[in-house]
């Protein structure tokens, strides 16, 4: 069983930067596939960030390539989304969530465990 808690949303005007933050509990943790989802409000939720379980290989959305970055680190049981150059269209809730297997997936139906999510709007 993995337990995931979200952190760093807030209001930030476009242009600007968030640092979103999950933090995991568990013994396993290292060995799950961790992503990124976000959802607005009549909208599907979206895979915008993964990564594997050693961090070697990541995915990112067309929409988020080269603005967001996904990192983790194992011994802290973390993964962070570093959320630079923001849009409005960036505005959703965004999720955290862990896979059991320890490849990077992007759809929410590979996904085991999520967090409750954590609002992120940007302003223009």
């Known amino acids: 069983q993995v337990q995931l808690v979200e952190s760093g949303g807030g209001l930030v005007q476009a242009g600007g930067s968030l640092r979103l933050s999950c933090a995991a509990s568990?013994?396993?943790?290292?060995?799950?596939?961790m992503g990124w989802f976000r959802q607005a409000p009549g909208k599907e939720r979206e895979c915008v960030a993964a990564i594997g379980w050693s961090g070697g290989s990541t995915y990112y959305a067309d929409s988020v390539k080269g603005r967001f970055i996904i990192s983790r680190d194992n011994a802290k049981n973390t993964v962070d989304l570093q959320m630079n150059s923001l849009k409005p269209e960036d505005t959703a809730v965004y999720y955290c969530?862990?896979?059991?297997?320890?490849?990077?997936?992007?759809?929410?139906?590979?996904?085991?465990?999520w967090g409750q999510g954590t609002q992120v709007t940007v302003s223009s």
């Open positions: 568990g013994r396993t943790f290292s060995s799950h596939g």
């Open positions: 969530a862990a896979t059991s297997s320890g490849s990077v997936w992007t759809s929410p139906d590979h996904y085991d465990y």
